[in-house]
């Protein structure tokens, strides 16, 4: 049993849609990281959310960490082609522990 | 160039056989750690490290060994590799374990 749940696993839609991807769990985090990963590559970090409620933007991405700190959300205004990737929310249960990553979301944005 | 490097980045070996994957960071970031990735799965630890000569077991750490006899460094051993450790593993280093790892780009190992 995943202790992270991502959905939905894959996602293919046109350039200049909006998405969101979502991360849920049953365990409450300290903190909860997202990252973009492309084919070849490791895991690269786009943010970290620790408060409950937070809400944090990078460019047309849009994160957001639930009140009770057990689900997470990344929306994508407009989506571009650059977007395509794997996309894997990462949870530490408390403070300096490991972090427990999701499978994963599958975008493809295609032109 | 500062970063995390992992080399090779593509391994065939055969069952049985002995496989030593090499990770070096250059930020002298204290905590590192060792992943594979598999479809299905996701990311799974296999064994981390949170200073030299300190080094912990993660969720799949079966065989498996790992050193780290400088800070920089942390390789990964399979000591008789088997066909299910076919994977892509990944490095990774953090500064104190929290606030975000840095990946390495990953070794595509294939066990025949």
């Not at chain 1, 990252?35 to 895991?43: A, F, K, L, N, T």
């Not at chain 1, 991405?61 to 009770?68: E, I, M, S, V, Y």
């Not at chain 2, 050193?67 to 051993?77: A, G, I, M, Q, V």
Request: neutral net charge.
């Amino acid at each position: 049993t995943q202790l992270l749940e991502q959905s939905p696993q894959f996602l293919s839609i046109q350039e200049g849609e909006n998405l969101t991807v979502y991360c849920n769990s049953s365990s409450v985090f300290s903190s909860l990281q997202w990252y973009r990963q492309e084919p070849g590559e490791g895991p690269v970090l786009l943010v970290t959310v620790v408060t409950g409620g937070e809400v944090k933007k990078l460019k047309r991405l849009t994160f957001q960490f639930g009140d009770a700190r057990k689900d997470s959300s990344l929306h994508i205004t407009a989506a571009q082609t650059g977007d395509t990737g794997l996309y894997l929310c990462a949870g530490e249960r408390t403070s300096g522990s490991r972090l427990t990553f999701g499978e994963g979301t599958q975008l493809t944005v295609n032109p | 160039d500062a970063g995390i490097t992992q080399s090779p980045r593509y391994k065939i070996t055969e069952t049985g056989r002995q496989v030593t994957l090499m990770c070096h960071q250059t930020w002298s970031h204290s905590y590192m750690f060792w992943y594979r990735q598999d479809l299905g799965h996701g990311l799974r630890l296999i064994y981390y490290s949170a200073a030299a000569d300190i080094t912990d077991k993660g969720e799949v750490p079966d065989g498996y060994v790992v050193s780290r006899s400088k800070t920089e460094n942390f390789p990964l051993t399979l000591e008789s590799a088997t066909r299910s450790q076919t994977s892509v593993y990944f490095c990774a280093s953090s500064h104190q374990g929290i606030y975000g790892y840095t990946f390495g780009s990953g070794t595509r190992l294939t066990v025949v």
